[in-house]
């Protein structure tokens, strides 16, 4: 009966019926024989110390850890890797600014040679400072304690994907991760949702900067309902979109340090927060009807009510609860879950943790382990923590350069769709192989993770050991008997870490 009534509940909750809250349930169906499975599942891949750390603490006490984490420290040689970083060392207006001032000064050039040198040199700059901030967040998923709140970093850059190709997206994604993204991966959705929505990377890449009164561009709005919030189902119209758009009108970007001329009577209107700007000389005052209900037109404040309003929306919990199965449970996720998942979304007002925690200790999840398979970022980070575990990689450029083999580089997905979260996506043929030769240069410790760039290049030996304690106690239980006869068989270790990384199991989370 108990049952039946949370059932009933979490579905009179999506109505916003049931006056009860729906309790998440304390402990996990997360059996002791399991422990490896579900640490490869929360985190970007098992290795020794996380395994360790969760055998110690026990797996509840460890993913409620996850799920609220403390502020923790990188390893000092990875954190010294990401203090030497231009885009660490300097605030993104100034960076921005000196680019910016880089470009006019290319503008001015007159000798054909010496603009053309000096337009590569300005496009490797937004280059280098781009690859920094996928170095950066590589080294965070690689050895951050807080192993959630990193992979949930990817999932939103993922759903509020950008392309750093556009424009100079390249020199925001880093900011755009590190300050709207990366703080609210784990918090509320609302919060999240405006930060997104506040940062210059999103209002640059969906074009909302061209989105004015009586030169509406709907791009954002469009996607925002689409693919950020409601989903493609969520039952809103055209009119909704174009109701949007007029209440985004004056949302936009200033990359300079002088604000617009604003009219006398809209100056007190005038918003400008960092890189953000909301202009009143381009707002559409007017009244606008926007998901069944009138917003009064007043402006700044009428994107706070849209997005308090999409937050809201039952179709929101729905579509962000079913994502969040798909990525961390199957394909297909069952209906029950992600029913329950919502329920939990609309009873904390989005709580992001608390809707994780919902679907983390469920049956489903543990019925699951194993089974997911892994996408390109997935495969490559797993492997390099199981392989290295704690020992800090001098150089992300391999790591970099195999996700671009995979059609999987950080920033770099074209559309505003994200990456597919699906197997179909990531099995092909095309996709083994090169999975196959990473395994092979990991497994061989070739693959140049601890050389360093530069004209000077340093090396440390770091020979991978693969068949350590965490192996031989858990993870060699969870073989199928010709992934173990493969093994037997490697003349080598280099040979037995290759079988191992390229092995059906290790292709899968």
């Given at each position: 009966m108990r049952i039946r009534y949370l059932a009933a509940c979490a579905a009179l909750l999506?109505?916003?019926?049931?006056?009860?809250p729906l309790q998440a349930p304390a402990t996990s169906a997360v059996k002791p024989d399991q422990l490896a499975g579900a640490l490869n599942r929360v985190s970007w891949g098992v290795n020794q110390s996380t395994w360790r750390q969760a055998e110690k603490l026990g797996y509840d006490t460890w993913l409620d850890r996850q799920l609220h984490p403390s502020p923790?420290?990188?390893?000092?040689?990875?954190?010294?890797?990401?203090?030497?970083?231009?885009?660490?060392?300097?605030?993104?207006?100034?960076?921005?600014?000196?680019?910016?001032?880089?470009?006019?000064?290319?503008?001015?050039?007159?000798?054909?040679?010496?603009?053309?040198?000096?337009?590569?040199?300005?496009?490797q700059e937004l280059n280098r400072v781009a690859k920094e901030a996928a170095a950066r967040s590589l080294l965070r998923n690689l050895y951050s304690p807080n192993q959630l709140q990193e992979q949930m970093t990817w999932f939103w850059m993922n759903h509020f994907s950008v392309h750093q190709g556009k424009s100079n997206l390249r020199v925001l994604v880093g900011d755009y991760e590190d300050k709207a993204v990366r703080p609210h991966a784990l918090g509320k959705f609302r919060d999240l949702l405006a930060a997104t929505l506040r940062h210059p990377a999103m209002i640059r890449y969906l074009d909302n900067e061209q989105n004015a009164a009586n030169r509406i561009n709907e791009n954002y709005a469009r996607e925002l309902m689409e693919l950020h919030t409601l989903g493609v189902d969520g039952g809103y119209s055209q009119r909704d979109v174009q109701e949007l758009a007029r209440i985004l009108t004056g949302v936009g970007v200033n990359l300079g340090s002088a604000e617009p001329k604003v009219k006398k009577e809209l100056?007190?209107?005038?918003v400008r927060q960092g890189l953000f700007e909301f202009?009143?000389?381009?707002?559409?005052?007017?009244?606008?009807?926007?998901?069944?209900?009138?917003?009064?037109?007043?402006?700044?404040?009428?994107?706070?009510?849209?997005?308090?309003?999409?937050?809201?929306?039952?179709?929101?919990?729905?579509?962000?609860?079913?994502?969040?199965?798909?990525?961390?449970?199957?394909?297909?996720?069952?209906?029950?879950?992600?029913?329950?998942?919502?329920?939990?979304?609309?009873?904390?007002d989005g709580d992001i943790a608390a809707v994780l925690r919902t679907m983390f200790t469920s049956d489903e999840f543990a019925q699951s382990l194993g089974r997911k398979f892994k996408d390109p970022v997935h495969y490559v980070v797993s492997a390099v923590r199981l392989t290295y575990d704690d020992k800090v990689i001098l150089n992300t450029g391999p790591m970099?350069?195999?996700?671009?083999?995979?059609?999987?580089?950080?920033?770099?997905?074209?559309?505003?769709?994200?990456?597919?979260?699906?197997?179909?996506?990531?099995?092909?043929?095309?996709?083994?192989?090169?999975?196959?030769?990473?395994?092979k240069a990991i497994g061989s410790g070739n693959a140049g993770l601890f050389k360093t760039d530069g004209p000077q290049p340093t090396e440390r030996p770091a020979f991978p050991q693969l068949a350590n304690a965490l192996?031989?106690?858990?993870?060699?239980?969870?073989?199928?008997?010709?992934?173990?006869?493969?093994?037997?068989?490697?003349?080598?270790?280099?040979?037995?870490?290759?079988?191992?990384?390229?092995?059906?199991?290790?292709?899968h989370r």
């Open positions: 999506i109505l916003g019926g049931c006056a009860t923790a420290a990188l390893p000092q040689a990875a954190q010294a890797q990401i203090d030497a970083m231009t885009i660490t060392q300097k605030p993104l207006p100034q960076l921005i600014q000196e680019l910016d001032q880089q470009r006019k000064d290319i503008e001015k050039i007159t000798v054909d040679d010496d603009k053309k040198s000096a337009q590569q040199a300005y496009q100056q007190a209107q005038y202009n009143p000389n381009r707002h559409d005052y007017g009244d606008k009807e926007f998901l069944g209900r009138t917003v009064k037109g007043r402006g700044l404040a009428e994107v706070d009510e849209a997005i308090e309003r999409l937050s809201r929306h039952p179709a929101t919990a729905r579509f962000i609860s079913r994502k969040l199965a798909v990525y961390f449970v199957a394909d297909e996720p069952s209906p029950a879950l992600v029913e329950r998942m919502a329920a939990t979304f609309a009873s904390s970099l350069s195999w996700l671009n083999r995979m059609a999987e580089p950080l920033y770099g997905r074209q559309t505003p769709d994200g990456y597919p979260l699906t197997e179909s996506g990531w099995a092909s043929p095309g996709q083994m192989t090169t999975r196959f030769e990473i395994a192996y031989y106690q858990t993870l060699q239980k969870t073989l199928g008997q010709p992934t173990r006869q493969v093994l037997e068989q490697a003349t080598s270790p280099q040979e037995w870490n290759t079988f191992l990384l390229s092995s059906p199991e290790l292709m």
